[in-house]
T-cell receptor
Framework: DTAVSQTPKYLVTQMGNDKSIKCEQNLGHDTMYWYKQDSKKFLKIMFSYNNKELIINETVPNRFSPKSPDKAHLNLHINSLELGDSAVYFC?????????????FGEGSWLTVV | AQSVTQLDSQVPVFEEAPVELRCNYSSSVSVYLFWYVQYPNQGLQLLLKYLSGSTLVKGINGFEAEFNKSQTSFHLRKPSVHISDTAEYFCAVRPQGDYKLSFGAGTTVTVRA
């Protein structure tokens, strides 16, 4: 059983398209995240939701919109895709923010914009 | 604000040799410290974490790390590496009471026979 699962794993799309990446966690966690890993493998947080409420919203273009229908799901929608959006997007989850609340990551979604 | 510096971007090492990956951090508040590993084309897996207590932390796959508060460091070590340890290793910090996990730039470990 995959704890944090995201789909699709690979996505190749043209500039200007709109795409979504879905994420689900079965760990019973109340907090979920989206991280972006660029071509130099640098990881940076984009968004975080706690109990469906947006708690972290880093400086990302408005074309990126997260949606959390419930605690177990956090989807990422990207409008008008650009070449620079090509990256690996990681979904993650944790139980709150206290000590020992490890953040668990999904396998990643490799997005290539052509 | 906090930041993480991984001092080595690439570490080539021979099989069965020891390896040390260096990580320094800066933060105005107390933090929790983590090491994650990313195998080729895979997601991130937690190796170990320091929350409190003993400064020497043991993790999976024979890795350990030592927290040094005075030097604000959290170096990762393994006494004898295997080919399968070839991966990207990330040091990360999370301020206590905060949700945000900040990563270093990563260290690529390549183990050669």
């Amino acid at each position: 059983d995959t704890a944090v699962s995201q789909t699709p794993k690979y996505l190749v799309t043209q500039m200007g398209n709109d795409k979504s990446i879905k994420c689900e966690q079965n760990l019973g966690h109340d907090t979920m995240y989206w991280y972006k890993q660029d071509s130099k493998k640098f990881l940076k947080i984009m968004f975080s939701y706690n109990n469906k409420e947006l708690i972290i919203n880093e400086t990302v273009p408005n074309r990126f919109s997260p949606k959390s229908p419930d605690k177990a799901h956090l989807n990422l929608h990207i409008n008008s895709l650009e070449l620079g959006d090509s990256a690996v997007y990681f979904c993650a989850s944790s139980q709150g923010r206290g000590a020992g609340n490890t953040i668990y990551f999904g396998e990643g979604s490799w997005l290539t914009v052509v | 604000a906090q930041s993480v510096t991984q001092l080595d971007s690439q570490v080539p090492v021979f099989e069965e040799a020891p390896v040390e990956l260096r990580c320094n951090y800066s933060s105005s508040v107390s933090v929790y410290l983590f090491w994650y590993v990313q195998y080729p084309n895979q997601g991130l897996q937690l190796l170990l974490k320091y929350l409190s207590g003993s400064t020497l932390v043991k993790g999976i796959n024979g890795f350990e790390a030592e927290f040094n508060k005075s030097q604000t460091s959290f170096h990762l070590r393994k006494p004898s590496v295997h080919i399968s340890d070839t991966a990207e290793y990330f040091c990360a910090v999370r301020p206590q009471g905060d949700y945000k996990l900040s990563f270093g730039a990563g260290t690529t470990v390549t183990v050669r026979a």
